[in-house]
């Protein structure tokens, strides 16, 4: 077997997913990145060997004859590099969200089925384990028929993250609604069995300020630093700041149940917090993944019972993201070889953007209802759905 030459488009901190990729003499090998950062160039250089291509010339890097690539520049340029990629007949990764447009990814997924290419999203939280046992228990009949679900999502580092460089403005991202929302509508979503059929949303900037912004030292990006608390106390901050810090949205389903997303991005602590209540029990999870992880259910009556009628620990796993980013390039790259269905979906990548679009939109316009657009029949096909 041939190693797929593998080509990386950013190699920022998502770069962990291609050294996870290379695998030389057993199936991948990653040969070449475009990124315009020399730094990047250097870090590429010294993580895969001297002989690769590292450039800032995207016809050069088109032109290696890549088999596959994965696309982990910012999100603002996701629809640009996979419409190159597709257009070259190249296999594309692409990370969430998969563009910051609706019709952004309407074009994405179009460009795929003309070209009849590949198109892989990096919806990790599929393959992370807490998430795939709470799917397994609600289509093993848990909860009996589901109605309800709701996700809080306590996003202890988001000064440090996103308020700092490009995610705080709109025009990069839409709404931190719609870039840290992406990964969990999109576990609602598949959670559920449906896609959103209509929002509403609520949202503000309560806390992070322009007069936050002081000397901006790039130590920030590379740790998560504990002791920069309370959030106000931050500087460094993109003084060109207008998205929301706190976001709720509220979301319809085409089946009918209702799903609800809850995002704070000045909270001391950092996890995601999901319920999914069905006609016969409810079940939530407590960690994401760490020691001590376990999704509880509920299914006889109670007053207040912390601990469930039933616990179901999640094993620690080694790999970022609970081991979900090894498995996640293990399977682009065995879609990239031989096809064939996959956990994650460019279709239902496309909704969750459509969803954050349409709650970011319904936020700023004093919470009116905005329905999401269904994505086109002939596209959704070509996906196998
Ligand atoms: N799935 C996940 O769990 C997860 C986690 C973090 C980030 N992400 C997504 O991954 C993507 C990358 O995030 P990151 O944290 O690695 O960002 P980053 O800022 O660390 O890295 C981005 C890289 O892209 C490069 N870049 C900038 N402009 C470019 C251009 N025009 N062409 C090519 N490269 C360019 C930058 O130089 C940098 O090396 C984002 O879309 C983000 O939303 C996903």
Same mark, same amino acid.
């Given at each position: 077997?041939?190693?797929? =030459?593998?080509?990386? $488009? @950013?190699?920022?901190?998502?770069?962990?997913?291609?050294?996870?990729?290379?695998?030389?003499?057993?199936? =991948?090998?990653?040969? /070449? #990145?475009?990124?315009?950062?020399?730094?990047? !160039? %250097?870090?590429?250089?010294?993580?895969?060997?001297?002989?690769?291509?590292?450039?800032?010339?995207?016809?050069?890097?088109?032109?290696?004859?890549?088999?596959?690539?994965?696309?982990?520049?910012?999100?603002? *340029? !996701?629809?640009?590099?996979?419409?190159?990629?597709?257009?070259?007949?190249?296999?594309?990764?692409?990370?969430?969200?998969?563009? $910051?447009?609706?019709?952004?990814?309407? %074009?994405?997924?179009?460009?795929?089925?003309?070209?009849?290419?590949?198109?892989?999203?990096? !919806?990790?939280?599929?393959?992370?384990?807490?998430?795939?046992?709470?799917? +397994?228990?609600?289509?093993? @009949?848990?909860?009996?028929?589901?109605?309800?679900?709701?996700?809080?999502?306590?996003?202890?580092?988001?000064?440090?993250?996103?308020?700092?460089?490009?995610?705080?403005?709109?025009?990069?991202?839409?709404?931190?609604?719609?870039?840290?929302?992406?990964?969990?509508?999109?576990?609602?979503?598949?959670?559920?069995?449906?896609?959103?059929?209509?929002?509403?949303?609520?949202?503000?900037?309560?806390?992070?300020?322009?007069?936050? /912004?002081?000397?901006?030292?790039?130590?920030?990006?590379?740790?998560?630093?504990?002791? +920069?608390?309370?959030?106000? =106390?931050?500087?460094?901050?993109?003084?060109?700041?207008? #998205?929301?810090?706190?976001?709720? *949205?509220?979301?319809?389903?085409?089946?009918?149940?209702?799903?609800?997303?809850?995002?704070?991005?000045? &909270?001391?602590?950092?996890? %995601?917090?999901?319920?999914?209540?069905?006609?016969?029990?409810?079940?939530?999870?407590?960690?994401?993944?760490?020691?001590?992880?376990?999704?509880?259910?509920?299914?006889?009556?109670?007053?207040?019972? /912390?601990?469930?009628?039933?616990?179901?620990?999640?094993?620690?796993? &080694?790999?970022?993201?609970?081991?979900?980013?090894?498995?996640?390039?293990?399977?682009? *790259? %065995?879609?990239?070889?031989?096809?064939?269905?996959?956990? &994650? =979906?460019?279709?239902?990548? +496309?909704?969750?953007?459509?969803?954050?679009?349409?709650?970011?939109?319904?936020?700023?316009?004093?919470?009116?209802?905005?329905?999401?657009?269904?994505?086109?029949?002939? #596209?959704?096909?070509?996906?196998?759905?």
């Amino acid at each position: 077997m041939n190693d797929l =030459s593998i080509g990386v $488009i @950013g190699y920022g901190l998502r770069g962990g997913l291609a050294r996870h990729a290379h695998r030389p003499g057993e199936g =991948s090998r990653v040969v /070449a #990145v475009f990124d315009p950062d020399v730094d990047a !160039h %250097r870090r590429f250089r010294a993580d895969f060997g001297d002989d690769v291509h590292a450039g800032d010339d995207l016809a050069a890097f088109l032109g290696l004859g890549l088999d596959a690539v994965f696309v982990l520049s910012p999100d603002y *340029l !996701h629809e640009e590099h996979a419409l190159a990629l597709l257009d070259a007949g190249v296999a594309v990764y692409l990370e969430k969200p998969m563009a $910051i447009t609706t019709e952004g990814c309407d %074009r994405v997924l179009r460009a795929a089925q003309k070209a009849g290419g590949r198109l892989y999203l990096g !919806h990790n939280m599929r393959h992370m384990p807490f998430v795939r046992e709470m799917k +397994r228990l609600i289509d093993a @009949g848990a909860i009996g028929e589901p109605k309800a679900a709701w996700c809080r999502h306590f996003v202890g580092h988001g000064g440090d993250f996103y308020f700092a460089d490009w995610h705080a403005e709109r025009r990069y991202g839409t709404s931190l609604l719609l870039q840290k929302g992406a990964h969990d509508i999109d576990v609602l979503h598949w959670l559920c069995g449906s896609y959103t059929e209509t929002v509403t949303g609520m949202g503000e900037r309560m806390v992070y300020d322009a007069d936050q /912004a002081g000397d901006a030292e790039p130590w920030w990006r590379q740790q998560n630093n504990l002791t +920069r608390w309370p959030p106000r =106390s931050l500087t460094g901050l993109n003084p060109a700041m207008d #998205v929301e810090d706190v976001s709720m *949205l509220m979301m319809r389903l085409q089946n009918g149940m209702l799903a609800s997303y809850q995002q704070c991005h000045f &909270t001391p602590d950092y996890w %995601r917090n999901y319920t999914i209540i069905g006609t016969e029990g409810r079940i939530e999870n407590f960690g994401n993944g760490e020691p001590g992880t376990v999704i509880r259910l509920w299914n006889s009556r109670h007053d207040y019972d /912390a601990d469930g009628d039933s616990a179901f620990p999640i094993g620690p796993e &080694t790999g970022e993201h609970g081991g979900a980013d090894p498995r996640i390039v293990a399977e682009f *790259l %065995r879609y990239v070889r031989d096809g064939g269905a996959t956990e &994650t =979906s460019p279709v239902a990548a +496309r909704y969750a953007v459509a969803a954050g679009c349409a709650g970011a939109d319904s936020l700023r316009a004093g919470s009116v209802p905005v329905r999401v657009p269904e994505a086109d029949t002939e #596209v959704t096909a070509y996906f196998g759905e």
